[in-house]
């Protein structure tokens, strides 16, 4: 079974793959900035999409998307600010959560939610 750390690492390259399968542009990955990471930040129809991937090996507690707090987006949406100041980028912004989840056969699932939280929810 693969640790926490690559089921992670798997669940982002799905992800990643899915949205260049859907037409996005990958723009950057495992973007840090102090201690918030932005996991996959894309581009579709001039839109920046800020994406947040969350996997589980168990939707038994709760689901993966329900493990984005207030805190979390907060975080997300600061590092997103500095991401559009240092690559002096002024698009309209987009937050989404692919979850990932095995169903009952183990293969992996993605579940993509666009338009998951706004900036605004991080107040």
Known sequence: ????????????????EYLQKK?????????????????????????????????????????PQEAVTKTKIK?????ANHYLEEFNRNNEVRFDIISVLPDEMKKLTIDHITDAFEALDAN
């Open 1 to 16: 079974m693969a640790t926490h750390n690559d089921f992670g690492k798997i669940a982002e390259d799905l992800a990643a």
């Open 23 to 63: 037409g996005y542009k990958v723009l950057t990955r495992n973007f840090r900035f102090q201690k918030a990471e932005i996991d996959i930040i894309a581009e579709k129809e001039n839109l920046i999409i800020i994406v947040e991937v969350k996997a589980r090996s168990t939707d038994a507690f709760m689901l």
């Open 75 to 79: 975080s997300i949406v600061s590092a």
